[in-house]
């Protein structure tokens, strides 16, 4: 069963950075589109910005210019600068189409909060 692992989540100022994990077990990888996901309370899950096996990278309109997705053989990041206060959500990693539809290998990480607020 794959399991994955996010990280990196906080209480950051509007204007701060935060810089995600997300560590993937039980299959391999590095073959596959995958994509950082956030859900804000009372709102659904959206993907947000993915990465292809080969580094290519697309983003949500939200989040352009300011969030960088990146990935190595072992995990994937997601670099976030300039927050804001609707970046608040609780934010996940999971399998990812590179034209931003979601997709998902049949479960989910517990995600990593993270919180933008003076």
């Known amino acids: 069963q794959v399991q994955l692992v996010e990280s990196g989540g906080g209480l950051v100022q509007p204007g701060g950075s935060l810089r995600l994990s997300c560590v993937v077990s039980?299959?391999?990888?590095?073959?596959?589109?995958m994509g950082w996901y956030r859900q804000a309370p009372g709102k659904q899950r959206e993907l947000v910005a993915a990465?292809?096996?080969?580094?290519s990278t697309n983003y949500a309109d939200s989040v352009k210019g300011r969030f960088t997705i990146s990935r190595d053989n072992a995990k994937m990041y997601l670099q976030m600068n300039s927050l804001k206060p609707e970046d608040t959500a609780v934010y996940y990693c999971?399998?990812?189409?590179?034209?931003?539809?979601?997709?998902?290998?049949?479960?989910w990480g517990q995600g990593t909060q993270v919180t933008v607020s003076s």
């Open positions: 999971n399998l990812a189409r590179r034209d931003l539809t979601a997709a998902d290998f049949g479960s």
């Open positions: 039980g299959t391999i990888f590095s073959i596959y589109t």
């Open positions: 990465i292809t096996s080969g580094g």
